[in-house]
C-alpha cells in the first residue's frame, strides 16, 4: 500500500506542476495527432539538425505504443516552422501533416494498403511555382511546368524506391513555400527537405501504414520553437 500511494502522489504532483511521467509515450504529448490511431513523429535534437528519430505509433485502448523506429534524416538546411518556410532552402518543414499517398519506382510491398503510384519514365513532382500543377504529380509533364523547377522522379532510383507523401503545403498550395516533401529511402547524405529512412524501415511502414486510421506524420524538434510537442 505504502509504495502505491508514493505512485500515486508522484502521479498528482507531475499534473499539478504541468509535467508528464517520463513513461508517457511522445503522441500523448502532442497537441493535436490529427485525430487518427496511426501517427508517425519526426524527431531532431534541433532546428540545425540534419539527422533524428522517426517512430510510428498505435493507437490501441486509448494508448499509444510504439509500432517501430528508425534513424532518420532530415533537409540539409535543418528544420524550419512550416508556415513560414520558403522554397529552395532546403530545410525540412515542421508540423502535422497527412500522407496523402504512397508511390514507387518499385512494385510497393506486399501488404500495402494505402494509394500507391508506380513511377514511370513520364512520372514528374511539378515544383514550378507558375504553374497550375506547382507540388502536385504529373504524368505527363504539363507545357506550363518547366522541367528544370521539377524533379523527374525515375531519376532518383534510390531515395523513390518506396516512398510516402507528406501533405505539406499540398490541399491549398501557397506559391514559393516549398513542393514535393516526402517520407522516403536514404540517399547519401541530408535530403532537401524531406525526411529520409533506412530501405527496410520505408517498407515496414508502408506495410504499416493503413489509410482507415488515418495516419498523419509530426515533424519537429525536441525543444525550442519547432519542439514536436507543439503541434
Request: with cysteine.
Amino acid at each position: 500500500m505504502r509504495r502505491r500511494l508514493v505512485i500515486a502522489l508522484v502521479s498528482a504532483s507531475f499534473c499539478a506542476l504541468g509535467l508528464a511521467p517520463a513513461d508517457t509515450p511522445l503522441p500523448a504529448l502532442l497537441a493535436d495527432t490529427g485525430g487518427g490511431t496511426q501517427l508517425i513523429t519526426a524527431r531532431a535534437p534541433d532546428a540545425r539538425s540534419t539527422t533524428g528519430t522517426l517512430t510510428w505509433w498505435d493507437l490501441r485502448h486509448g494508448r499509444w505504443t510504439a509500432a517501430g523506429a528508425a534513424p532518420a534524416r532530415f533537409g540539409s538546411g535543418g528544420l524550419v516552422e512550416g508556415t513560414s518556410r520558403q522554397q529552395g532552402t532546403n530545410t525540412t518543414p515542421t508540423g502535422l501533416y497527412d500522407l496523402p499517398f504512397g508511390f514507387g519506382i518499385e512494385a510497393p510491398p506486399a501488404g500495402t494498403r494505402v494509394k500507391y503510384r508506380p513511377v514511370e519514365e513520364s512520372s514528374w513532382w511539378c515544383q514550378d511555382n507558375d504553374s497550375r500543377a506547382y507540388n502536385r504529380w504529373a504524368d505527363p509533364l504539363p507545357a506550363d511546368c518547366r522541367a528544370s523547377e521539377s524533379e523527374h522522379l525515375v531519376s532518383y532510383t534510390t531515395q523513390y524506391a518506396h516512398a510516402l507523401v507528406i501533405g505539406f503545403n499540398y490541399r491549398h498550395p501557397v506559391r514559393g513555400r516549398g513542393a514535393g516533401i516526402f517520407l522516403h529511402v536514404n540517399g547519401k547524405a541530408a535530403t532537401a527537405g524531406c525526411v529520409s529512412v533506412p530501405a527496410d524501415a520505408m517498407t515496414e511502414i508502408l506495410r504499416w501504414t493503413d489509410p482507415s486510421r488515418h495516419p498523419h506524420i509530426a515533424i519537429g524538434t525536441e525543444d525550442g520553437a519547432t519542439a514536436l510537442t507543439r503541434y
